[in-house]
């Protein structure tokens, strides 16, 4: 990974980070402004359901208290409408009542009193025997009713003698009183908790802003309306208003630095990194032209990569000379040990071969010094070709299978081991002079490691064509093998072959054991 690509990572990594930060603290301003709002909510909750309750008192005293009165009780008797103006109707205005009724045990109104300025509230529903059925289990009930003067709240209570007060007899009939949720109420509601309250739901307003829903149910436990409370919290918008203003001013801020930063590291760190990574890629000094006369650490280093390039084309020559010094060096190494070191050696076995033929057969030994002095012959030419051009093979008079041929026979007339040769013909037209100079250096090395280390009774050498189009020259023999993985003798045999086999672009494949023989294979593409 180069430095731009690093110092880009960097910036990423930095906007990452501060993307996160912003986000980490617009949360945390979000959720304290939640928290704060949550428990504004419960307290508005709970002052909500205390109001409620309060202003409801004065209503379920009413129906409790005169409920449980013996004056009551015989008013259920009597029916004294002077007693009823004195007692019930003078008193609805003490308990924020507009309305009373006084039932029978068997459901039949005995009583009512209404003091409105709008419209009827009407009685409770007594035609309904599930209603009185309702009484007659629970006697005390707090339910909502629709009427043509609004929505009415009603409390009931079973009348018993004042001494009943765990109220255990049987009801002599039931006190209900009812108060209009007139518009009054809710003003009186909404200016106590300082809020919006009403029958219809809020609309959407601020994130600041609370709002409640109270179910009032009917007899039936079913909502009759819903008690909708809205309240704008000033302290929480403040505070989200203060946190939008202080997150939009660290994305600004954010911004402007990043952008500062990216500006700056483009222009004095990515822009002379551009230059230097055109002068390295194209190996002139021409990008870097501009940056020689800057004093900071690029104008440096641009002066001594003007410098290198300088000493580098100064040693341009001297490494290609040196080069071809070396590697003329090698080519003679290996020539000298492939060639004409392999063709002495080979003449010394043919001697020692003849030398012991001389007693008892002196016709083969004579046939056998014949050989050795025609390859001693030809080594002394091959010298002289040194001398004279440095290429030590020449076989402008053969073909490569000829070639071959030859170089077999030679070998088998200084060896006592047999070679038995399968050599395809029509491979000669397939192969250059260049390959066909690798390939008689290879094959003689091969043979005459064959001949002095594998303790052989016969060595084979093949040359034929693959399937895939390759040449492949095979030499194998049946003696006692070596470990190729392991091996690591003092001559210079296999380097020379995998050198050869690289400059021939072949693959060269060794298949031996210990006990098992040795088999080499070099495969080749022919030049087309």
């Not at 068997?106 to 599930?130: M, N």
């Not at 009348?159 to 108060?179: H, N």
């Not at 919290?233 to 939009?248: C, M, P, Q």
Request: aromatic fraction near 6%; hydrophobic fraction near 40%.
């Amino acid at each position: 990974m180069n430095i731009r690509t690093r110092l880009f990572l960097l910036l990423a990594g930095l906007l990452a980070a501060f993307g996160v930060a912003a986000g980490l603290l617009q949360r945390a301003h979000r959720l304290e402004a939640e928290s704060i709002l949550a428990n504004l909510r419960e307290e508005r909750s709970e002052l909500l359901d205390r109001l409620l309750e309060l202003t409801g008192q004065p209503l379920a005293s009413f129906a409790s208290d005169y409920s449980l009165w013996d004056e009551m009780v015989a008013f259920t008797q009597s029916a004294d409408p002077s007693w009823a103006a004195i007692n019930i109707e003078a008193s609805l205005p003490n308990f924020s009542a507009q309305a009373a009724w006084v039932v029978q045990p068997d459901g039949t109104l005995l009583y009512s009193v209404e003091r409105t300025d709008a419209q009827k509230i009407g009685p409770p529903p007594l035609d309904d025997p599930a209603f009185l059925d309702l009484l007659r289990s629970r006697g005390a009930l707090h339910y909502f009713q629709e009427s043509s003067a609004g929505l009415v709240e009603v409390r009931t209570g079973p009348i018993l003698p004042s001494d009943d007060t765990k109220r255990e007899q049987t009801a002599r009939g039931w006190f209900l009183v009812a108060r209009v949720w007139n518009d009054k109420l809710l003003t009186h509601l909404g200016d106590t908790m300082g809020s919006a309250v009403s029958f219809a739901p809020a609309a959407g307003g601020p994130p600041s802003s609370i709002n409640l829903a109270r179910p009032l149910p009917d007899w039936h436990g079913q909502p009759t309306r819903t008690l909708h409370v809205s309240y704008q919290s000033v302290a929480v918008h403040r505070l989200l208003e203060g946190n939008k203003d202080e997150t939009l001013l660290l994305y600004l801020f954010g911004i402007l630095g990043i952008t500062a930063v990216v500006f700056s590291v483009s222009k004095w760190v990515v822009q002379p990194l551009r230059q230097l990574d055109a002068c390295l890629s194209t190996g002139g000094a021409q990008p870097i032209l501009s940056l020689r006369n800057q004093q900071d650490e690029f104008g440096q280093l641009a002066r001594q990569l003007t410098k290198s390039f300088e000493q580098r084309d100064a040693l341009r020559i001297t490494e290609e000379n040196l080069r071809q010094a070396v590697e003329l060096q090698g080519r003679l190494a290996r020539d000298l040990h492939d060639g004409i070191i392999q063709s002495i050696y080979a003449t010394g076995i043919g001697l020692e071969i003849a030398q012991k033929q001389l007693v008892t057969d002196p016709d083969a030994a004579l046939k056998r010094l014949h050989a050795c002095q025609k390859t001693l012959n030809d080594t002394l030419w091959q010298v002289r070709q040194y001398i004279d051009d440095l290429e030590p093979e020449s076989v402008a008079d053969q073909t490569p299978i000829q070639s071959l041929t030859t170089l077999a026979a030679t070998m088998q007339s200084l060896q006592s081991i047999p070679i038995v040769s399968e050599i395809d013909p029509h491979l000669a037209a397939r192969i250059t002079p260049p390959q066909e100079m690798h390939l008689l250096k290879i094959t003689r090395e091969l043979l005459s490691n064959a001949f002095r280390h594998s303790g052989a009774s016969q060595v084979k050498l093949s040359l034929k064509s693959l399937p895939d189009g390759r040449i492949e020259l095979a030499v194998s023999d049946d003696g006692r093998g070596f470990n190729a993985a392991s091996y690591s003798g003092k001559g210079r045999g296999l380097a020379n072959l995998a050198i050869r086999a690289r400059e021939l672009d072949a693959e060269l494949l060794i298949d031996a054991a210990p006990g098992n023989g040795s088999r080499i294979f070099l495969r080749f593409y022919p030049v087309t």
